[in-house]
């Protein structure tokens, strides 16, 4: 911000001149301001932060411990698939499959 305080004359803002009579407070942001010969640069800096990968392993996947094998599931999904069929056949065999 740049306050002018009884000022009679043109500044430029950017190259584009603005003529001024009076008490002006100027605010300005990213910019280049020249008031009677002295100029007044605002540059703003943006600073980059890196961030984590996002497909990095955490600590708390580590703890993660294997419960059942894959073929152990696929054995007990066999397993459960025969049990139902031979009970559904042995339902069929009695005729209680139709009342359920």
Do not use: H, W
């Amino acid at each position: 911000m740049i306050l002018v305080n009884d000022f009679n004359g043109t500044i430029n803002i950017e190259g584009a001149a603005q003529k001024l009579k009076g008490t002006f407070v100027i605010k300005f942001n990213n910019a280049t301001i020249e008031v009677k010969g002295q100029t007044f640069i605002s540059r703003e800096v943006t600073s980059f932060e890196a961030l984590p990968a996002i497909l990095q392993r955490t600590l708390r996947e580590k703890q993660y411990r294997e419960l059942l094998s894959l073929e152990m599931m696929k054995e007990l999904n066999i397993n459960n698939t025969k049990q139902n069929y031979c009970g559904l056949k042995r339902k069929m065999r009695n005729g209680s499959a139709m009342d359920s």
